[in-house]
């Protein structure tokens, strides 16, 4: 990532310019070559995790290298103590000298540190296991011996390999997603639940879905970033070296292959999962293996402004479509989407769609619609009643909603983002069907909401029992009705 901020003078422009987290030394001469060597006072500062790039930043005499220090003993031990024990509880005694070896081990540095922290807060509290874990570790890390992040990403294996088999399936997932991309924590899960990867065979798939997604953050794969007063994680991150490991992971069993200007010699014989986050040479070769290898595909992602993409004919085994940010996506490029008849999950995000193909009635086992990032799309298609298995439908407030679409869709149990309708009145009577619906989000102008809202009140305490939220926004101004608890 570059951030460039330039200062204006009368002689000159001079720059400052801040590349973060360089990873490779022949990158850092790709990127070299484009700055001019004038001396009119610019700064540059590479930040860099791996002692070698560091160096070879510093090409020229008055360059310097700072390396940040690593924790202190005490500090060092405050962190791990806290993440295993919580609550400035203190270590047992007969863990105070085995984990002595172990915060040697881990040289100060605080990855390592929390890493495995989290792995034995899973773990017994005994000796055994935590000189089992000790020795695992070998010689231990510091800045001088672990230059190239070898030791680190020892220790974060470790922390995978500790993983039950369905939290391993779950964290490979997130290699599809670019490098400090947000994760919304929604999406993901019910992308979880349309893989299959899942399994409740007596409980609540969405809530099956916190508990893995929980489980990953408290062993510190998964970083949350936006917690909600609700106390649950609205979005997440994964830590670049995690992101690294669980790419090259991927790719070792053929889970997902990951488009992402990295080098990529050659391509599996069958594509599960593709994610194609760059524009390049390499996306030619990806869309014809995947074209002849569509049988096999279960997940298509396409970030940005990515393209091309393949033909949506006959991938009759997809349950993923992402389409995020893709503002170059025209209707031409879904018109064959009723063929993809094993979709669970869709996600349409470009400004260039204006009408969705009847098609997507066929969509037989879609679960998950989301068009929030279709600003000119109009209206929805007649087909949409076709959709009974249609759990969660997420549209842009520009869209209107015709009459006799959504009373159709009985497994309905979110909507969000409904703001213009045909006939309000009859939209109020059409929410009494969905039965099942448990999220309900709308936007209004306030002299309009006035006119209906007590209707839509009496409809939500009467008829719709599973509600657990309802939020209403008025337009252009700063009020907001908060959550809304049937009976409250």
Known sequence: MIFVFELNTETANRYFIIIDDVWKEEDWKIIKAAFPNNCNGSRIIA????????????????????????????????????????????????????????LKKCGGLPLAIITIASLLANKPHNADEWEKLEDSIGNGLSYENDGGGTGMNDILLLSYWDLPHHL?????????????????CADLKWKWIAEGFIAAPWGNLCQEAENYFNE??????????????????????????????????????????????????????KIRRLSMQSTGKGNKGAIHAVTTSKLHVRSLNVFGETEPVPPLVDFHSLRVLDFDSCNWLEKE????????????YLRISG??????????????????????????????????????????LLIHHHIWLPAGVIGSLHALEEISHIYRVDNPVKFAEELRHLTKLRK????????????????????????????????????HTS??????LPGG
């Open 47 to 102: 930040t860099t995790r791996i002692t070698n790039v560091a160096r070879s930043c510093c090409s020229n005499s008055g360059d310097q290298l700072y390396q940040m220090p690593v924790l202190n003993d005490v500090d060092s031990r405050r962190l791990f103590l806290k993440r295993i024990f919580q609550h400035n509880n203190p270590c047992p005694p007969k863990l105070k000298t085995v984990s002595d070896k172990i």
């Open 333 to 344: 490029h879904i018109k064959n989407i009723g063929s993809c008849s094993q979709l669970r």
């Open 216 to 269: 990953l953050v408290n062993r510190n794969m998964i970083q949350p970033v936006d917690v909600g007063r609700d106390g649950l994680v609205h979005y997440c991150q994964v830590h670049d070296m995690v992101l690294d490991l669980i790419i090259s992971l991927s790719e070792e069993e053929n889970f997902a292959t990951v488009l992402n200007r990295r080098v990529c010699n050659s391509l599996p014989s």
């Open 440 to 475: 309900l989000s709308m936007n209004c102008y306030p002299d309009i909401c006035s006119d209906y809202l007590e209707r839509y009140l009496e409809v939500l305490q009467s008829s719709l029992s599973e509600l657990c939220k309802f939020n209403l926004r008025y337009l």
């Open 351 to 392: 400004t260039q769609i204006t009408e969705l193909p009847g098609e997507i009635g066929k969509l037989q086992f879609l679960e998950t619609l989301d068009l929030q990032g279709c600003g000119d799309l109009i209206t929805l298609p007649s087909t949409m009643v076709q959709l009974q298995k249609l759990a969660r």
């Open 479 to 484: 009020e907001e009705i908060g959550d809304y």
């Open 168 to 184: 391993k399936t779950c964290l490979l997932y997130l290699c599809i997603y670019p490098e400090d991309q947000r994760i919304n």
